[in-house]
Structures are given as structure tokens and as C-alpha cells.
């Protein structure tokens, strides 16, 4: 068990070759002092390298990441593909590379997401649980992620903004691919939960908030929380806090990208909440709304969840638009959606 760390890291393994299982962190600090709003440190729990077994650790408490962790290489480039079955001879192993059942709450983030090492093309996080996040349950990740991802055996439930963000980084005419697969993402675990964090440094909430945290004053967008924001493909995304966003696009989306949602169940997403705040199964990226990339949803369940919960779509800002830029066809701007549920289009 591991408590209190100020302006630092709580864990930091910066090599390969180690086993982290099974530890308790708590209270990773941001000291609120002259020179914060310049900061640039993102202090985690755990800040753990790649080519390490880490496995049932709970980071409990972070004003900035529970986990800012690399993961390991899916089995093979393919997202679609589990890595499981290739690393199930050496489960034995204490020394294998794994990551996975690891657990994040009262954090801003739960999990930042690094790329694996290698050159896979593909970075895979397993069963990892995100609770009581307030801006992301996972985010993968600040600044982009570099490589493809499978997020598998995810569980995701009471976050305040959105419970998974994927943000793709990568050149203009890349192939590139998000995976998302036996997962649960649930609005809340109980109807009292969304009564914790309702004003700063009350019950359950952080005394110091990031500047660019989307709950330190309130939700965002009129009190919206959104289960799964559409994977976002681009050249490049802001570094984070202090000064810049979380999620901010720095370039063009790229033109090939695909993200696939199967076995997943999406439960209690009602509309609305009990203490009115607005809840969505699923939304695109606002910060992102002129460019969408398809979206495929199979064997997907729902516990719970309304029409009026399901989806929250933004449109393109309208200062985007340039009629001179069509030359002589004639667009109606209207907003790009592919959507697909087991084969049948529904946006």
C-alpha cells in the first residue's frame, strides 16, 4: 500500500523486465502553487514503461492519471485479434509481458494509454476497470496514440464526461483501426452516485483540478456524460494540460480510419440522470465533428438504455463552411455519419 505523493509520480517504473501486481496506490497530489498553471507533468499512480507484468493494482485517488501506462503488443498488427491465446502458454510466467485487471477511480483520468513498444502497430489493454473518473475512464491518449488499439474486458461505469476516448494519431493516408470488444460501459452504478463531486473538494471530489479538466466548474455541454466518444483519426492532437486540452485535434483528420464495437453492453443510459444531468450511450468528438469515420457496432447489448439515451450526434461548426471551396458542386453540409449495427446502418 502506497499513500501521498506530491508532484510526483507514486510508482515509476521506467524499465522493462518487472512485476507490478497487486498494489494499492493512493493520493497522487498536484500542488496548486505560482507555477501550475505553466505545468506540464501529468502525475500518476502508477507510470509504468512497456515490458512489464502489471496486474491487479488499483490506483485510488489522483488529481491528475490513476495509470499512465504503455501496453503491450496485440498478437498481431490486426486489432480485431485477441492476444490472449498467444500469451496463454506463458501465463506461469511471472516475467510475462501482460497488462491487465487493473483498476482506477477518483482520478481525472483513470488510464492514459502509451503505445507498446516493438513496432506491433497495435497496442492492446485487458480488463482494466475505470470508476469515479471525472473527465475520462480512459483516454488513449493525450497527445495521440500512435499505433492501433484493442481495449478488451473493459469495464467503465459513474464517469462524469466520457467513459472511453480513442484518439488516433497518424500520417494522412494511413490505415488505422480502433477495437473495442467484451466490454461494459454502464451511465452509473447506482441512482445516488452522480450526487458525489457536486461542488470542488466535497465528499469524493479532488481538491485540485486541472484548468482544462471538463468538470471543474460543472459538466460540460449543458451536463452531458457520454458512454463512448467515436474514435477520432488525425494528424495530431494537443499535449494536455496545463495549458492545452485533453482531446484537442493540432491537425487534419487522416482519411482512413475504422473503429469496431463488438460483445459490448451499454446499460443504464436513461437520458438523464437523477440529478438532471444528460446522459449518452454514445457521441462523436465535438472537437472533431466535421470529419466522421465508420463506426461498426456488432453483438451489442443493452441493459437499460432509452432512445433518448443512446445517441448524441454534434454537427460541423458552421464557420467551417467555405462555398468556395466546393467549386461548382453544391453541398448541404450536412453531417457524415456511418454507423452500423450488426451489418444494418442506423445513423
Not at 485487471?101 to 492514459?112: D, E, K, M, Y
Not at 454502464?186 to 473538494?201: F, H, I
Amino acid at each position: 500500500v502506497l499513500y501521498k505523493s506530491l508532484d510526483t509520480h507514486m510508482v515509476d517504473v521506467k524499465t522493462g523486465g518487472n512485476v507490478i501486481y497487486g498494489n494499492l496506490a493512493t493520493g497522487t497530489v498536484r500542488l496548486n502553487d505560482n507555477k501550475a498553471r505553466f505545468a506540464v507533468d501529468l502525475w500518476a499512480n502508477f507510470k509504468i514503461n512497456g515490458g512489464n507484468r502489471v496486474s491487479y493494482n488499483v490506483a485510488a485517488g489522483s488529481d491528475r492519471l490513476g495509470f499512465d501506462m504503455v501496453g503491450v503488443q496485440c498478437a498481431r498488427s490486426d486489432a480485431d485479434s485477441s492476444s490472449a491465446a498467444a500469451r496463454s502458454a506463458s501465463d506461469d510466467d511471472d516475467l510475462a509481458v501482460s497488462v491487465d485487471h487493473n483498476v482506477a477511480h477518483a482520478s481525472l483520468v483513470g488510464l492514459n494509454v502509451l503505445e507498446a513498444p516493438g513496432g506491433g502497430g497495435c497496442t492492446e489493454i485487458d480488463t482494466f476497470t475505470a470508476h469515479h473518473c471525472w473527465d475520462f475512464g480512459v483516454l488513449a491518449s493525450v497527445a495521440g496514440l500512435g499505433s492501433d488499439l484493442l481495449l478488451s474486458g473493459a469495464v467503465i461505469s459513474d464517469v462524469r464526461h466520457a467513459g472511453i476516448l480513442p484518439l488516433r494519431r497518424g500520417s494522412h493516408t494511413a490505415p488505422a483501426e480502433v477495437a473495442i470488444k467484451d466490454s461494459v460501459i454502464l451511465a452509473r452504478s447506482s441512482p445516488l452516485e452522480c450526487r458525489k463531486c457536486s461542488s470542488q473538494g466535497g465528499p469524493g471530489c479532488h481538491p485540485n483540478f486541472s484548468s482544462q479538466s471538463y468538470t471543474s466548474a460543472g459538466f460540460i455541454n449543458g451536463g452531458m456524460s457520454v458512454g463512448l466518444v467515436s474514435a477520432t483519426f488525425a494528424a495530431g492532437f494537443t499535449p494536455g494540460p496545463e495549458q492545452k486540452p485533453w482531446d484537442g485535434l493540432m491537425g487534419y483528420p487522416t482519411v482512413h480510419g475504422r473503429a469496431r464495437i463488438t460483445g459490448t453492453l451499454f446499460g443504464q443510459w436513461t437520458g438523464s440522470d437523477d440529478c438532471g444531468a444528460i446522459q449518452r450511450a454514445f457521441a462523436n468528438h465535438p472537437k472533431a465533428a466535421d470529419a466522421f469515420h465508420p463506426h461498426y457496432f456488432n453483438t451489442i447489448s443493452y441493459s437499460n438504455v432509452t432512445n433518448e439515451g443512446l445517441f448524441h450526434f454534434y454537427g460541423p461548426n458552421p464557420g467551417w463552411r467555405n462555398p468556395s471551396d466546393c467549386g461548382t458542386d453544391v453541398y448541404d453540409y450536412r453531417h457524415p455519419l456511418s454507423i452500423y449495427d450488426d451489418a444494418r446502418e442506423v445513423g
